[in-house]
């Protein structure tokens, strides 16, 4: 075979397509999800950051008094999600009419550092109430800057965050279901992703506190923000 037929001359050509395509780089920030999940649940008083799903569950909870959750820090981390995917959806009109690789590196850049902050902020101080609110506050908003980015993105099984439908489809859509299963590979690997994620986040949090899986989420969102590409 030669040189020249073994080379996808489109691919070669097409920046877009330069990088890591998009399918891995969403399942590995669905495992900063889980990781993110981890933090704010187990360390900041049951209230989800990623999942706003969940977040309205446990605020139902907190408003009828259940012990160990907390309106206030929910109230926050729905109020930060919202703001952040507005301001994601914003970016999305002003950069997703251009190139989709810098679109995607810019949002994932923009988690990466809000990540970062959140950090620096849970190893400066941990355990005070400032600091609860801030970790709540900034992480919420990165994962709402992320799901109108993915949102928008249109990839298929692939949210990020929530695994509802994707676990209705998996089932649904499989032989045993009636269905073709020809997506069953990508919605398993979602699935794999976040409780691997969460897994880890969890013991991180239980074992060494808040900092130290915010500064890994922080560190492979950066990894993710460099190496994606345009394609799916």
Do not use: C
């Amino acid at each position: 075979m030669s040189e020249q037929s073994s080379t996808d001359p489109k691919t070669a050509d097409d920046p877009e397509a330069r990088g890591l395509r998009l399918v891995p780089v969403l399942l590995g920030l669905t495992v900063v999800s889980g990781l993110i999940d981890a933090v704010s649940y187990l360390g900041l008083e049951h209230v989800f950051t990623a999942n706003m799903t969940g977040n309205v569950v446990v605020l139902g909870f907190a408003a009828a008094g259940a012990p160990g959750f907390s309106v206030a820090h929910t109230l926050t981390s729905l109020g930060s999600f919202v703001v952040g995917a507005a301001a994601g959806g914003r970016g999305a009109v002003r950069l997703g009419g251009g190139s989709r690789r810098t679109w995607v590196r810019l949002t994932l850049a923009a988690e990466a550092a809000l990540l970062g902050i959140s950090a620096v902020v849970a190893f400066a101080a941990p355990g005070a109430t400032a600091t609860a609110y801030t970790l709540i506050a900034v992480t919420a908003f990165a994962m709402g800057l992320r799901n109108a980015t993915v949102r928008k993105l249109g990839v298929p099984d692939l949210t990020t965050t929530v695994l509802t439908m994707t676990l209705t489809g998996l089932a649904a859509d499989s032989r045993a279901g009636g269905g073709p299963g020809t997506r069953s590979p990508r919605r398993t690997a979602s699935v794999i992703a976040m409780v691997a994620g969460a897994t880890l986040g969890a013991w991180l949090v239980l074992h060494h506190g808040l900092g130290i899986p915010l500064a890994i989420s922080a560190g492979l969102v950066a990894v993710l923000a460099v190496a994606a590409s345009g394609r799916e």
